[in-house]
């Protein structure tokens, strides 16, 4: 998944109205499911939307801050950066985010859309 914009399309998600501060959806995107998360202080990021442990959608989990709990198995990831906190040997690929005039926007690599 992308950290790279140049390698990809920017696809607008979702507009600002449609996620608050200190929530979570889920979006899909041809065939990627894509967590959206507007985190305390306004930042948003954007991740795969399923655990890598057994495919569970990350968006049915507890958002806790800046840490989401998995519903499944209660794998847990830093929304700030994506990096797994239980267990610490995972993490989440992040999708680059761009907002322009309210529209939320994420890259999606090339010829996965």
């Not at 968006?59 to 700030?80: E, N, V, Y």
Request: aromatic share 8%; net charge negative; charged share 25%.
């Amino acid at each position: 998944m992308p950290e790279n914009a140049s390698t990809g399309e920017w696809i607008t998600i979702a507009t600002l109205d449609d996620l608050w501060e200190g929530e979570m959806t889920d979006v899909r995107v041809g065939d990627d499911l894509i967590l959206l998360v507007h985190l305390p202080g306004g930042d948003i990021r954007a991740y795969q939307g399923y655990c890598p442990h057994q495919k569970t959608a990350l968006a049915d989990g507890k958002m806790d801050g800046r840490i989401l709990t998995c519903a499944a198995h209660s794998w847990q990831f830093d929304l700030w950066t994506g990096e797994g906190v239980n267990p610490k040997s995972c993490r989440l690929d992040r999708y680059d985010v761009k907002i322009e005039d309210a529209a939320i926007s994420v890259c999606i690599p090339l010829g996965r859309k």
